[in-house]
């Protein structure tokens, strides 16, 4: 597999390289920066001529590995994968599929005419957690399902982190947050339900990280003498410095000692430094939307920005049943018998152990040439892709949207 961005999940799925060499082997990179794409070429052993600036150049190249994986920037997915599919790779496509419903289209129809294997990194539907839920909700074990109540609460840090300050700010630069985060969600909610999406309504804003927020003394940068640096929950020196949360973003020196001031120097310079009520933000941080679904039933999805806590949390009602889980573990109630039956899928891993799932699935369907062997084919993906698009639309008109895949 070449790899097309060396960053944060990158490094994700090219851990399961390095654990799991007789399955899969990295034999390209493309990545601008020069130290990321340094250290991914000494982690996998890529060859000199194998390492590229940018994603382009990997296709000046004739095909040269079975397999892409496109884990650029949300804006950088539509280039790599129409390129990819044209070249006859096949393709492991990071979520978002691309910001437009269009260009989404335009992937689906080169993936049918190339006839290649292209997985979307809906990695919930790998995780054991999500697996079993579904497999309960499916069987019958709760009658018929009724409806879905489903919460992502991003966590306060983690909005900041992401939404505020971080790579997905700018909803016009990248994708609103119904996608950038939350396609899985709609996602993995069409996938319980097992039936089309037929109409979706969604209301939400950014009501905290804005200017008028910014308390009295606060500075542009937390290190500039800011007057409630000491109390804030978001300040920079807190969250990245004191504390050495989400640093991986930093790309900082392998010795501990340089890694003070490397983070430092990063908080001067990067809008990871920069009061979170004076960035250049647009997402919002609340949004909830609700649906219908062929033959009547009904879920409702909040994202939160602002809870303490992280962990998607589903009640899941039936007709003679419910399921009430926290992503680690689920309870399952029987009303016929009164019965309630814990199910315990904690793994303690990103994403409940789904990255590797997916990859593992992954492999097995390239080998194999047989997209069966995925869940998230890009024929499924669309689907819970269109319905964030129309989610988008109806927060901006107020109307419901009808979805039509
Ligand atoms: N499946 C998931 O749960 C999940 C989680 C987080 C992020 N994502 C998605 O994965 C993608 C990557 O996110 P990330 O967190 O790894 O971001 P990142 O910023 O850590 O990594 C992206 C990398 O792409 C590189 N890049 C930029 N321009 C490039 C170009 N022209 N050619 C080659 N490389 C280029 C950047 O330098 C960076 O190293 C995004 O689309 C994001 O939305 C998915």
């Not at 990997?58 to 949300?74: G, Y």
């Not at 599919?85 to 080169?110: S, W």
Request: a neutral charge; one cysteine or more; glycine letters at 8%.
């Amino acid at each position: 597999m070449i790899t097309l961005g060396a960053g944060s999940r990158g490094n994700v799925y090219g851990g399961y390289a390095l654990r799991y060499p007789e399955e899969l082997d990295i034999v390209g990179v493309a990545e601008p920066i020069a130290l990321r794409n340094e250290r991914y070429t000494q982690k996998h052993n890529i060859p000199e001529e194998n390492r590229f600036p940018t994603w382009e150049r990997v296709f000046d190249r004739p095909k040269f590995a079975d397999a892409v994986l496109i884990s650029t920037p949300d804006n950088l997915h539509y280039g790599p994968c129409m390129a990819a599919l044209k070249a006859g790779y096949d393709v492991l496509l990071e979520k978002p599929i691309a910001p437009t419903e269009q260009e989404c289209r335009d992937i689906l129809a080169m993936t049918k005419k190339t006839g290649r294997v292209v997985a979307v990194c809906h990695v919930l539907r790998y995780a054991p957690y999500f697996v079993q839920l579904r497999e309960m909700i499916q069987s019958g074990a709760i009658g018929q399902l009724v409806s879905i109540q489903h919460i992502e609460p991003i966590g306060h840090v983690h909005m900041s982190h992401s939404y505020v300050r971080g790579n997905w700010h700018d909803r016009n630069a990248t994708t609103p947050i119904i996608l950038a985060k939350s396609c899985h969600d709609l996602d993995i909610l069409r996938w319980m339900v097992g039936k089309p999406c037929k109409q979706i309504v969604a209301m939400g804003g950014l009501h905290w990280f804005k200017k008028e927020n910014a308390p009295a003394g606060s500075t542009d940068r937390c290190m500039d003498g800011c007057a409630v640096e000491g109390s804030c929950p978001y300040s920079a020196m807190k969250i990245y410095y004191r504390e050495r949360h989400r640093t991986h973003v930093f790309d900082l020196p392998q010795e501990p000692e340089k890694q003070g001031d490397a983070i430092l120097a990063a908080l001067r310079t990067t809008n990871y430094g920069r009061c979170v009520y004076k960035m250049d933000n647009n997402q919002d941080d609340h949004y909830i939307t609700s649906m219908q679904f062929d033959g009547g039933v009904t879920a409702s999805f909040s994202m939160e920005g602002h809870t303490s806590y992280e962990g998607r949390r589903t009640r899941v009602m039936g007709s003679m049943g419910d399921i009430v889980g926290d992503m680690e573990t689920f309870t399952l109630s029987d009303f016929r018998t009164g019965k309630r039956t814990v199910y315990d899928q904690s793994s303690g891993d990103s994403h409940g152990g789904g990255d590797w799932h997916l990859v593992r699935d992954w492999i097995q369907a390239v080998t194999q040439q047989n997209p069966a062997l995925l869940t998230s084919t890009i024929d499924a993906s669309i689907e819970s892709h269109v319905m964030g698009f129309m989610a988008e639309k109806s927060r901006t008109t107020g109307r419901i949207e009808g979805v039509v895949v």
